[in-house]
């Protein structure tokens, strides 16, 4: 390989110095953290206790898989649907969709909350037409739906990205061959889209599982969450150290689940647009 | 005995965003035969099969299989199967797997899935090939596949979307004669898109020649050949001279300043036509036993053959001969009647046919050290 300039070496600088002080220094502070404590010595007690969090760490997977399990059968259709339109029809439908990304999550969520709550649009357009209240606001509902809303688009752009690279001719020769519309669908846009669905699992999955602002206004705090308890033991009772080891297991637990997600898309892994 | 129709196309029009791609089209294909659709890009060709495919609907006419009109029957339920261009494998499956796709979807049992892919891996030599990735495949076995994935539905017909236009020379000509094998011992009728004329008189038994989505000309390959009905089918398939001549009366037409016998009758008096001499046709004599004279202007070793460009009163013919004749040089020329053959006009004439900007095209195409080369060839 050839010998890299000056200029070159020189030009990676910026980046490197982002990667250590804004990537690398803070990975180590929080293992700093986790492993001491209060005074700075080093224990294991905090990564033991985690044990008392079983439960918010169980409720949390468990929400972000029914997240992105809805956000699949939500999504997938719709880019399919979606790539199957006129290209200028197309474009406009990703903008529709990407111009919510463009807005801040907390904003979107508290919009939800505004639409959603005892007092909001849907309850006081019920009232108006003389209907019971629902509540929906405090349920795990609201918390499932406010996971849905805020992380749909990024279910649906890698699939959708994956499925208009088909060419068109491998629908034409599975409905040569005897596949109806739907049956088209299952047996040649759906493995064929597979590193799309796998990166979009990917992407709905990571934030779902850490999220820490949905739960707590939509759930109306009854569901902490992994994030929520971070936020907690960081900014409320000013224990990082017991913070810091949740958010190490936590990024474990990400780890994990995303190089599993690897494993199975190995041929055409990344479709990741953002 | 007349051989059933398969498929009738009855006054087929097609147009995207007010082109016509086709006009007018009528045509039906009998069971067994072996159709080719020739033509330039864009004459209609691949239209007029994606419309037999079901993969488009005609804005007017009908589509008939087998008596039954089939217009809005969607692909999935016709009894014909495709062999797309670029072959359109699925990737994600390997080559046993493509070829029982359609078995696969048609719920057949799976050890007759079994048997039959066997065979038909067999019927196009890829035996052994059945746990192979589509993706480590070369184009002639990709092909093969493809071929195979329509056959083992044993479909009534089989379309054929320019199958062979991805691979190289040798290997077309061999998958040429596998095909026209395949079709003799399947007895499945094949309709095949192809804008190669070779091809097409090598493996057809009727060829219908299309252009400006219209049909030109329906016939075997030595009718099309030997008497093509306008100037543009004659300068298709093969080369030809195509001159501006007047039928002054049964058998005897002038032409090039001269009245040759001919064949050709049926003609009104000084009727004007066009007059197709094969390059092939042409015997070259002294100049004073010659019909016409002219001067060499080109010479061309084609291997088989020499390919000269003789200037006669300004019209460059084309002369496919065994005799070294030098640039420059005056020589005659004789023509036998048979090698006559009289058209009427049409709305191609005068725009094929003569070989005056061959030459111009062979020197801005071949390098100067080349041409240079070729005359030393030439001169041995």
Known sequence: MRKKTFLEKAAAV????????????????????????????????????????????????L?????????????????????????????????????????????????????????????????????????????????????????????VLPIYTSLSKLDIKYFEAAEDLGCSRIATVFKVALPLSKGGI????T???????ST?????????????????????????????????????????LILISVAVMNRFGDDDGGEIIV | MEKT??????????????????????????????????????CGKTTTLRIIGGFETPDKGDVFFDGVRINDVPPYKRHVNTVFQRYALFPHLNVFENVAFGLRVAKVKNNEIVKRVKETLELVNLKGFERRSVATLSGGQQQRVAIARALVNNPKVLLLDEPLAALDLKLRKDMQNELKALHDRTGITFIYVTHDQEEALSMSDTIVVMANGKIQQIGTPTDIYNEPKNAFVADFIGESNILDGVMIEDYRAKFAGFVFKCLDSGFEKNEPVDVVVRPEDVDIVPVDKGM??????????????????VDIQNFKWMIQTTDYCAPGSEIGLYIEPDAIHVMKKSEFSGMFGDYSSYSEEFDTLSAPEEQETAHEVAGE
């Open chain 2, 5 to 42: 129709k398969v498929i009738d196309l009855k006054g087929i029009c097609k147009s995207y965003g007010g082109d016509v791609v086709l006009d007018n089209i009528d045509l039906y294909i009998r069971d067994k035969e072996f159709v080719t659709l020739l033509g330039p890009s864009g």
């Open chain 1, 212 to 252: 820490f602002y949905i739960s707590q206004k939509l759930g109306g705090g009854r569901f902490d969450l992994i994030g929520d308890t971070i936020e907690r033991q960081f900014l409320m009772n000013n224990n990082k150290n017991v913070g810091a080891a949740i958010s190490l297991v936590m990024m474990i």
């Open chain 1, 198 to 201: 796998i990166s979009g699992i």
């Open chain 1, 14 to 61: 910026p980046h490197i110095v982002w990667i250590v002080m804004f990537i690398a220094a803070p990975l180590l502070f929080v293992i700093y953290f986790a492993f001491t404590d209060a005074n700075g010595t080093f224990t294991f007690s905090n990564i033991l206790n985690l044990s008392n969090y079983g439960e918010i760490f169980l409720r949390s997977v």
């Open chain 1, 63 to 155: 929400f972000a898989l029914v997240a992105t399990a809805v956000c699949l059968l939500l999504g997938y259709p719709l880019a399919y649907c979606m790539s199957r339109l006129k290209p200028s029809t197309q474009k406009a439908v990703v903008l529709l969709l990407m111009l919510p990304m463009w807005i801040s999550l907390l904003i979107r969520t508290y919009s939800l909350l505004a639409l959603l709550d005892n007092g909001g649009l849907l309850n006081s357009l019920l009232d108006k037409f003389n209907l019971p209240a629902v509540k929906i606001v405090g349920t795990r509902g609201a918390v499932i739906l406010g996971m849905v809303y805020d992380f749909l688009p990024y279910m």
């Open chain 1, 203 to 209: 992407m709905v999955f990571v934030p779902s599982i």
């Open chain 2, 292 to 309: 016409l004279k002219g001067t060499v202007t080109s010479v061309t070793f084609k291997g088989v053959h020499w390919e000269i460009i």
